[in-house]
């Protein structure tokens, strides 16, 4: 990397515009474009304002290694969690910020060793002055890094300060800023304040739908792995992705066992699929007994208009008023058509027959 290209970098992270770094070191905005061009160089008398402005070495605006920096900062963090002491952490920190005064690490690092003081220091005046310090830190990281993650990071942990001094319309504001890169933090972050505020009818409408949400999201990336694999006629690994689908698809039927049952359905033709590629007759012969078993809870009348995934389960989800359609539906004619697709698997299989004759009956 060469100086131009190390400014421009440093000028991204700290979300500052090129005529903004030219006010900052008394040089034209032209000036600066010519440097992030590599047309000229700046002075050398400017590359301690340059280091100093930025927070880096000078041999960062030479040729930084982010390798090397990444792992001097992780040797820091390291340093402070062998420590096992918050007093100790937050001084390893502190003089880790000063070879590093711009790493976003460090400082939500330091932040959450400030947060920690305000819950055990019995000295009120050392708790407002550690919370302060804490809020300031993650300000500086949002206001000035480049990367969404860190960001999003300090202001999940913005969320969590402001959830412990009670300032829960801040703690919403740090929440909702946060990027859908973090979703998880962004959802997780929401329930905890609606906790922390003890505000009940909402955690509860809120949790659940969140849970649904994530519920559907998981069934669909489950379902999309499993064509992938019978596509890529991966049969094994296809089999474990299904039987922990089967986990996923059951973990909301105490007390409504037809919940999202044609996805359960659909399972099972996959273990079928596999087993019948594997050659496995036993094993595949009881996959079509288990779907047999499951078409019971299928409407025989049912329309793509207005096939409900499955009943609602109130056990689980009492405040949502709606589960919403799902297009795709079954009835028994489905499974005989696919019990077709066996018959010459299973040859002349006397089991086979007793159980394909049962159902015909």
């Known amino acids: 990397m060469n100086i131009g290209t190390n400014i421009y970098t440093l000028r991204k992270e700290k979300k500052i515009t090129q005529a903004q770094l030219a006010e900052k070191l008394g040089v034209s905005e032209q000036a600066i474009s010519k440097w992030e061009n590599d047309q000229c160089a700046p002075d050398v008398s400017l590359f301690p304002i340059i280091a100093e402005f930025f927070g880096v070495s000078i041999d960062r605006l030479f040729g930084y290694h982010t390798s090397s920096y990444n792992d001097d900062v992780e040797a820091i963090m390291k340093a402070a969690d062998d420590s096992m002491d918050t007093y100790k952490e937050i001084e390893i920190i502190s003089e880790g910020l000063k070879k590093y005064p711009n790493s976003p690490d460090l400082k939500i690092y330091l932040a959450f060793s400030l947060f920690m003081v305000n819950r055990f220091s019995k000295d009120e005046k050392e708790r407002k002055e550690a919370i302060a310090k804490a809020i300031k830190l993650c ?10 993650k860190k ?45 922390y505020r003890k505000d009940y009818s909402e955690h509860a409408r809120f949790t659940e739908n969140s849970l649904l949400d994530c519920y559907w999201i998981m069934d669909q990336l489950f379902e999309l792995k499993r064509i992938a694999l019978l596509e890529q006629k991966e049969y094994e690994k296809v089999l474990s992705w299904c039987r922990a689908h089967e986990k996923l698809l059951s973990i909301f039927d105490e007390g409504c066992s037809d919940f999202h049952v044609c996805h359960k359905l659909w399972t ?28 019971k809870y299928l409407n025989p009348n049912a329309k793509a208009e207005n096939y ?3 009943l609602r389960n109130p056990l689980y989800f009492s405040t949502i008023d709606d589960l919403g ?16 697709k066996y018959d010459s698997f299973f040859d002349n299989d006397e089991e086979y027959l007793d159980f394909r004759n049962g159902l015909i009956k």
């Open 268 to 295: 099972c033709e996959a273990k079928a699929q596999a087993y019948k590629k594997l050659g496995k007759k036993e094993e595949c012969l009881q996959e079509l007994k288990t779907f047999a078993s499951l078409t």
């Open 325 to 340: 359609t799902q297009e795709e539906f079954m009835t028994t004619i489905y499974f005989e058509k696919l019990l077709s």
């Open 151 to 195: 960001v999003d990071g300090a202001l999940n942990m913005l969320r969590r300060i402001y959830c412990e001094i009670g300032e829960y319309e801040k703690a919403v504001d740090a929440v909702e800023k946060i990027s859908a890169t973090s979703y998880r933090q962004k959802v997780v972050g929401k329930a905890q304040i609606l906790e």
């Open 139 to 148: 300000n500086e990281v949002v206001n000035t890094c480049g990367d969404i």
């Open 308 to 310: 409900q995934i499955g």
